[in-house]
Structure formats: C-alpha cells, structure tokens
C-alpha cells in the first residue's frame, strides 16, 4: 500500500511539472491555449489509459492508480481551467469565457472519445 501511495504521489509530481512546462512553453496571455492543450490531450491519453488498463489489461491493473490517477489527474486538473474561465469573465471578455469553457469540454469529451475508439480498434 505504500508503495502505491509513494508511486501515486511520484507520478502526480511528474504530471504537475508536465502540466507546468507544457502551458509555460504554449503561453496564453490573451486566451488560454497552454491550459486548453493540456486538458485536451490530457482526456485523449485518458481515454487510451481506460481501455488498454481497464478494459482490455494490456497493462497491468496496478498501472491504474500510477498513470490515471497520479500522472494524469495532475496533469488535467480543471482547477486552473476553472481560474482562466473565470478570469476572462473577471475581465469583461463573455464571450472568450464562454468560447473557452464551451470549447474545452466539447473537445476533451470528443478526445477520450477518440482516445477510447483508438485504442479499442487496435487489437
């Protein structure tokens, strides 16, 4: 159990630092894009993780908490979408908030969906 925590925490660590350098690296003064990036390809490596751990176990099921848990829920937080959404309303831009939020979760549901399609129609 332990070890699960410490590599939990490890993967976390290294989803975060993957998060921060890929939004510092896109930037996104007037629009999120860096944010938008990483929640959308977060959700397609998402989608690929469910089926090849949980569905068809081509990796092991102790992979679960190491990859989706730790690496990309720390990589795909919306706590910082959540921030930008409401910065952009904070600033009077409706409809750059409204583009933003829509426009994030189409596109990260349409991605695990691909993600998932993808990984299924690979045997």
Known sequence: MLKNIILVALAGA???????GLVNYIGGRLFPWGTLLVNVLGSLLMGLAFVYIMERA????????LIMT???GAFTTYSAFSLEAWQLFDRGELFSALAYIIGTTL???LALFIGVLMAR???
């Open 58 to 65: 081509v990796f092991p099921a102790e992979f679960k908490p």
């Open 70 to 72: 730790g690496f990309l």
């Open 107 to 109: 596109l990260c549901i």
């Open 121 to 123: 129609s690979t045997l």
């Open 14 to 20: 290294l989803g975060a630092l993957c998060r921060y």
